[in-house]
């Protein structure tokens, strides 16, 4: 697992995961549960990747260190949406098989 951080439209920062890119093998997108960390998602990136281009990602500021109250709306569903738009943008997927 290769993990890299993306901006989201928003200015909050997004962790994610790909696994090593193979070429011709489609994408699988792993949405996981909030307060999870992308390290959790270790086993489901070993059993996938021979069959396919694996990602996943942390939701937004459910882990941040910060300890100030998150901003109204941050957790509204189509932030989370603009955010799994922006990982697959920093990824170059145009297209996935999604999971969660």
Not at 18 to 24: A, F, I, K, N, V
Not at 73 to 91: N, P, Q, W
Request: charged share 20%; aromatic share 12%.
């Amino acid at each position: 697992m290769k993990e890299g951080v993306a901006t989201g439209a928003d200015g909050v920062s997004l962790n994610y995961a790909t696994s090593e890119y193979q070429e011709g093998k489609p994408w699988m997108a792993l949405i996981i549960p909030f307060s999870m960390r992308v390290s959790v998602a270790r086993p489901f990136f070993d059993f996938f990747q021979p069959q396919y281009n694996v990602v996943s990602w942390e939701s937004r500021l459910i882990l941040s260190d910060a300890e100030e109250p998150a901003p109204e709306g941050a957790f509204e569903l189509s932030r989370h949406v603009k955010d799994f738009d922006t990982v697959l943008t920093a990824c170059n997927i145009k297209k996935c098989v999604v999971v969660g």
